[in-house]
């Protein structure tokens, strides 16, 4: 059974044709979004648009019906008003459709009766004639490695995240977001109303998905809560699994029954369950990219001690708070690198530089010498350390042009260490909610350029120590679960 | 006593003419760049450079001594190294000097026995001699209405936010990072080691300022801690006042004392004083930004009852739980507006549509006629609700033309009801951590832009619904509070 449901998703992801019905030369309209996704995106099997009311859309022939289609179609996107949606059904077997995306919507989520009625007799028909759904009420598939897409300019390279979402919006969201950060995709779903494949069925096959290595879900009502918890288990235990639960709160659920019909149930049991399974759960979108981050670019880390070098004595405080209020151990400097200050630096900074590592306070001579780097080259060769946070900050007294030679030494010294691989290494770096106008401000444009640089070198890059605390933490606890367990 | 302190710090914000003692040639020394300071932003008091190394510092006669400058001198910021600041001090009463601004450091902070002996020593002489001293260890004061700041590229117009915080660093990076975010100054102190002047001298001043609105802070340890916290109790019923205390873990304590020497003190004591004293906690720099943010833009609100509009469905089951776990109420839409519905959309839509307002399930008819926008401008005259979040998404499936047409629209929208004046209004709008190449980017550009127009109107606008809600709470309950009390 899990294996037919893997099977058929493969064919999702990879059909040699697709059909888009209800295809459409109106640019403004999805029927034509996802003719037009697929030729950007580069997909290379045979598109097919189907619609009566054009003879081609983008240059393809179009079809009047499915039936009228010369070859085999595999995979069926179907944007017809839902009224159509049984009829088109049993249509399919005849071309050998195997998994038809429905993007048709107005069906349970509405809460009317009329509605709700007609999704069951389109869950009956694809039962009937062996079709499975995607949806319906979703956007479908992001696979760029075959060039699959949803949305516009999403990345074309392919990654290592495998996603399954219940809200497209919050799937192109984190998308655009999280491509920012350095983060590309295996296979992203789309689900909606999860009428017939479901949660379930997308965390099995992610989990034995070879080109997925971290799987995150946005998931608003569960279908099939005790096969999912039991999958969830066997997932943790291969590769991370991030799950945010909406539809927490009461008006929360509410949204989320008239967005994907979701019975959203309670959060207390699910937190627990999650937990148990040894999944990861993220409360906003943004935690989920802080996780999702932290797992895409950090080794298996263990242990909780951190070195932390970089920014000026507020930054020094906040984050010893930071990283020690999350459950790391902001240890103190091991004696070598005692030494090293002390061989370096006047008696006056004989055990006043701690770690956190307070640059401002060094002299002159220290920073022509680059002190700063050589201690984090040192922190990253001591076993004293499990992991190292270097904080770039804007809160020096300098200049745009000398803090623009400033943090580009800091971000070379950073990338150096980084290619040694000794230890795994994060950074803090705020770039700022910029106005149009900051767009040629120095200060930005550096930080912009340093974290580009940054994330080119696999590096993690958060804004606040907040934030990644609050995500390594997590990291750490998992692998160190998997371990016990293992 | 307190008159006094305030007549005191009057003459550190309005000198007729200051002294930078250690003031030099050399473009990357403290001692250089105060001069500079003092010049870029329009100080026009007399500024005269001390040092016997130079004869001039850019373009102003440079005098070896305090005592060879002619006329008098209220305010000295002295850039010296630590042992030559006794001797300043003797100096100082027969210019007339009322206050220094010790930038020099390497006192008490360092651990060591001597540097604490010789700051008791600095103490002592200014008791003596009648001097205040600010700091040591502190970089100053920003004033952008009279010419007087300690950063490169601050902002030149004054606004209502004044601070006290202890450190500099931190000082620099919230005046940076918040006026990206459209927040002005009034008058911000950063105080180092606060050997004379402290937190409550401070707190005293900024709450009789009627420059200063909004009071927010930066605490490492409390030198006065009845007298603050009673200088608190006062303050936070005349203004809202925001506390960061740093140095809550032991890693953090441990790096306060060598920051700043402070005494961190326990945090639980902590917490639950200055909540008692009425003012707003915060936990990190971001989070008193997104308060500062709030109380700036944003009128006195004492109900819960939120009106949600804008973004996907993801996006609105997301700020449901978000706005209710903060402490909200989502309310339903009230008969109004359903009415309205009901008069614009199909039955299929009736009951559906609900708060917050999910606008991608709406007809194409319904974008035609701007609903989502009329339903906003409804929600903003009806009594059913307190305060009116705008949610703006990436996460449509438009193309960046169409996306920025739309969002163009919206924002449109949203000031034209904010000049109405009718309801409290907020918005939710992530620009993204981009990198240098998305500055080019439409997407990216278009959200920048809005964003700045969106503040240019004076309507708060946040990154994440989380930020947004749970600063919002806090400044419901502050005025419930003042409510209750007066």
Same mark, same amino acid.
């Given at each position: 059974?899990?294996?037919?449901?893997?099977?058929?998703?493969?064919?999702?992801?990879?059909? @040699?044709?697709?059909?888009? /019905?209800?295809?459409?030369?109106?640019?403004?309209?999805?029927?034509?979004?996802?003719?037009?996704?697929?030729?950007?995106?580069?997909?290379?099997?045979?598109?097919?648009?189907?619609?009566?009311?054009?003879?081609?859309?983008?240059?393809?022939?179009?079809?009047?019906?499915? +039936?009228?289609?010369?070859?085999?179609?595999?995979?069926?996107?179907?944007?017809?008003?839902?009224?159509?949606?049984?009829?088109?059904?049993?249509?399919?077997? @005849?071309?050998?459709?195997?998994?038809?995306?429905?993007?048709?919507?107005?069906?349970?989520?509405?809460?009317?009766?009329?509605?709700?009625?007609?999704?069951?007799?389109?869950?009956?028909?694809?039962?009937?004639?062996?079709?499975?759904?995607?949806?319906?009420?979703?956007?479908?598939?992001?696979?760029?490695?075959?060039?699959?897409?949803?949305?516009?300019?999403?990345?074309?390279?392919?990654?290592?995240?495998?996603?399954?979402?219940?809200?497209?919006?919050?799937?192109?969201?984190?998308?655009?977001?999280?491509?920012?950060?350095?983060?590309?995709?295996?296979?992203?779903?789309?689900? *909606?109303?999860?009428?017939?494949?479901?949660?379930?069925?997308?965390?099995?096959?992610?989990?034995?998905?070879?080109?997925?290595?971290?799987?995150?879900?946005?998931?608003?009502?569960?279908?099939?809560?005790?096969?999912?918890?039991?999958?969830?288990? @066997?997932?943790?235990?291969?590769?991370? /699994?991030?799950?945010?639960?909406?539809?927490?709160?009461?008006?929360?659920?509410?949204?989320?029954?008239?967005?994907?019909?979701?019975?959203? *149930?309670?959060?207390?049991?699910?937190?627990?369950?999650?937990?148990?399974? *040894?999944?990861?759960?993220?409360?906003?979108?943004?935690?989920?990219?802080?996780?999702?981050?932290?797992?895409?670019?950090?080794?298996?880390?263990?242990?909780?001690?951190?070195?932390?070098?970089?920014?000026?004595?507020?930054?020094?405080?906040?984050?010893?708070?930071?990283?020690?209020?999350?459950?790391?151990?902001?240890?103190?400097?091991?004696?070598?690198?005692?030494?090293?200050?002390? +061989?370096?630096?006047?008696?006056?900074?004989?055990?006043?530089?701690?770690?956190?590592?307070?640059?401002?306070?060094?002299?002159?001579?220290?920073?022509?010498?680059?002190?700063?780097?050589?201690?984090?080259?040192?922190?990253?060769?001591?076993?004293?350390?499990?992991?190292?946070?270097?904080?770039?900050?804007? *809160?020096?007294?300098?200049?745009?042009?000398?803090?623009?030679?400033?943090? +580009?030494?800091?971000?070379?010294?950073?990338?150096?260490?980084?290619?040694?691989?000794?230890?795994?290494?994060?950074?803090?770096?705020?770039?700022?909610?910029?106005?149009?106008?900051?767009?040629?401000?120095? @200060?930005?444009?550096?930080?912009?350029?340093?974290?580009?640089?940054?994330?080119?070198?696999?590096?993690? /890059?958060?804004?606040?120590?907040?934030?990644?605390?609050?995500?390594?933490?997590?990291?750490?606890?998992?692998?160190?679960?998997?371990?016990?367990?293992?």
């Amino acid at each position: 059974m899990v294996a037919m449901v893997i099977e058929q998703l493969e064919t999702a992801f990879h059909p @040699r044709s697709i059909a888009v /019905v209800g295809a459409s030369g109106n640019p403004f309209s999805m029927g034509h979004r996802f003719v037009l996704h697929l030729v950007n995106y580069g997909y290379r099997g045979q598109i097919y648009p189907v619609t009566p009311h054009w003879s081609e859309v983008l240059g393809f022939k179009a079809y009047p019906a499915l +039936k009228d289609i010369p070859g085999p179609v595999d995979y069926v996107i179907c944007c017809l008003p839902a009224s159509k949606v049984p009829a088109l059904l049993t249509e399919c077997p @005849r071309k050998g459709v195997k998994v038809v995306h429905l993007f048709t919507a107005r069906f349970s989520e509405t809460g009317q009766e009329d509605a709700a009625k007609l999704e069951i007799e389109v869950l009956r028909r694809a039962r009937e004639v062996g079709i499975r759904l995607l949806g319906p009420n979703c956007i479908g598939i992001y696979y760029p490695k075959e060039g699959n897409a949803f949305g516009y300019d999403f990345p074309t390279e392919p990654g290592k995240v495998g996603m399954f979402l219940q809200s497209g919006g919050a799937a192109t969201e984190f998308i655009h977001y999280a491509s920012l950060r350095g983060i590309r995709f295996s296979k992203v779903i789309s689900y *909606g109303n999860a009428l017939d494949l479901n949660e379930a069925d997308f965390l099995e096959y992610l989990c034995q998905d070879h080109e997925t290595e971290i799987i995150a879900s946005y998931i608003e009502g569960i279908k099939e809560g005790r096969r999912f918890l039991s999958a969830l288990s @066997r997932a943790a235990l291969s590769k991370p /699994v991030i799950i945010l639960k909406a539809g927490r709160a009461s008006a929360g659920a509410r949204a989320a029954a008239s967005h994907t019909a979701a019975l959203a *149930g309670s959060l207390g049991t699910w937190e627990t369950a999650i937990r148990q399974a *040894g999944a990861i759960q993220a409360r906003t979108l943004e935690e989920m990219m802080d996780l999702v981050v932290s797992f895409y670019f950090l080794p298996l880390i263990l242990g909780t001690r951190v070195g932390i070098v970089g920014g000026g004595g507020g930054t020094s405080v906040l984050s010893a708070d930071e990283w020690e209020e999350a459950g790391f151990s902001v240890v103190p400097l091991p004696p070598q690198i005692e030494e090293e200050i002390k +061989k370096r630096l006047p008696e006056l900074w004989w055990g006043w530089v701690g770690n956190p590592v307070d640059v401002s306070i060094f002299p002159e001579e220290a920073f022509a010498i680059n002190l700063g780097g050589n201690i984090l080259r040192m922190m990253a060769q001591s076993p004293h350390f499990d992991l190292l946070i270097a904080n770039i900050t804007v *809160g020096g007294p300098f200049s745009t042009t000398e803090f623009a030679a400033i943090v +580009k030494r800091e971000v070379e010294d950073i990338i150096d260490i980084k290619k040694k691989g000794t230890k795994p290494l994060a950074v803090v770096l705020n770039g700022g909610t910029l106005d149009i106008k900051d767009f040629d401000d120095l @200060r930005w444009r550096c930080l912009a350029e340093q974290k580009a640089n940054l994330i080119a070198a696999k590096i993690p /890059v958060y804004s606040t120590a907040d934030q990644a605390a609050n995500a390594l933490i997590r990291l750490v606890n998992y692998y160190q679960r998997k371990e016990a367990i293992s």
